[in-house]
């Protein structure tokens, strides 16, 4: 059955990162104050008395934290996400020649002055699943680059 509007929503549908994308060929700057938000982290980190000021340090304190988030298999994911988007802002925001891209999947990445990406959600998941590894330490490779 041919039914023109259903397939052009299929087609929106198949390429949710191709908005992603866009959004940030659109407004990088608006893209990457979205990306700085972090709430969930941020939450969770105030409520144990970190403070997230974007700063390499706040990444130290970060991997500091009982992973309480552990219990939560709702939260988890998420928090993984905030933490890979806090991650790329602090190495955005400090490290010379860094700065967001998107794929055109929608997959944010942090792109080295040297041209090396750097996937920080998945570093952000692998840190809120297992601790490893560490943020302070793909901030430092980063920063050596």
């Given at each position: ?10 087609r ?14 659109d ?16 939450s ?17 304190a970060?991997?500091q ?5 552990r219990?939560?298999?709702e ?71």
């Open positions: 059955m041919n039914i023109p509007f259903l397939d052009k929503w299929r929106r549908q198949a390429e949710p990162g191709a908005v992603m994308a866009a959004a940030f060929a407004d990088p700057e608006g893209v990457a104050e979205l990306f700085a938000e972090c709430d969930l982290l941020r969770q980190a105030s409520a144990s008395g970190v403070v997230l000021d974007d700063s390499a340090a706040s990444l130290t970060l991997d934290l009982l992973p309480r988030w219990d939560d298999p939260t988890l994911p998420w928090l993984g996400n905030d933490a890979g988007l806090y991650l790329g802002t602090v190495i955005v925001r400090t490290v010379p020649g860094a700065g967001w891209h998107v794929w055109p999947a929608g997959q944010p990445v942090v792109r080295l002055a040297s041209g090396r990406e750097i996937q920080v959600v998945e570093a952000g998941l692998d840190w809120a699943v297992g601790g490893s590894p560490e943020l302070s330490r793909v901030y430092a490779e980063a920063a050596e680059a």
